[in-house]
């Protein structure tokens, strides 16, 4: 927990079990939110700083999205597979790549029994 009562990325990582897929390492920044979508534009339009982003995607251009809005992490859900190019140009973005094997709508639910709230 960071110092203003938002869950950091470390402890989702850890009590979720996510994995992380080695794109950029997984640190303290703090988590304000979570977005599920699998429509790109629709993250562009509504998907906050600070959010980490539920999603089926893992194509390369969800890496543009997650940089362009600043988001503390991408988690595909599903256990779906990530391509290494797409591992490659998050770590070249700075983005956090994790997955979930649960789906998004169940990766979901436990963050927000975790306490990961919109901030308003």
């Known amino acids: 927990m960071t110092g203003d009562g938002y ?12 994995t992380d897929l080695g794109a950029a390492p997984p640190d303290g920044r703090r988590v304000t939110g979570a977005y599920t979508s699998d429509l790109l534009s629709d993250v562009m339009g509504f998907a906050r700083s600070g959010e980490i982003w539920l999603t089926v995607q893992s194509h390369l251009n969800l890496v543009a999205v997650a940089a362009l809005k600043e ?5 595909v859900c599903g256990g779906r597979t990530v391509d290494d190019t797409v591992i490659a140009k998050a770590r070249e973005e700075g983005v ?3 997955a979930s094997a649960d789906s998004s709508y169940e990766t979901g639910g ?4 975790l306490g990961v709230r919109r901030a308003d």
């Open 110 to 113: 436990r963050l927000w029994e």
């Open 96 to 98: 956090v790549m994790l």
């Open 71 to 75: 988001l503390s992490a991408v988690v």
């Open 7 to 18: 869950l950091d990325l470390v402890s989702i990582v850890e009590r979720l079990g996510l």
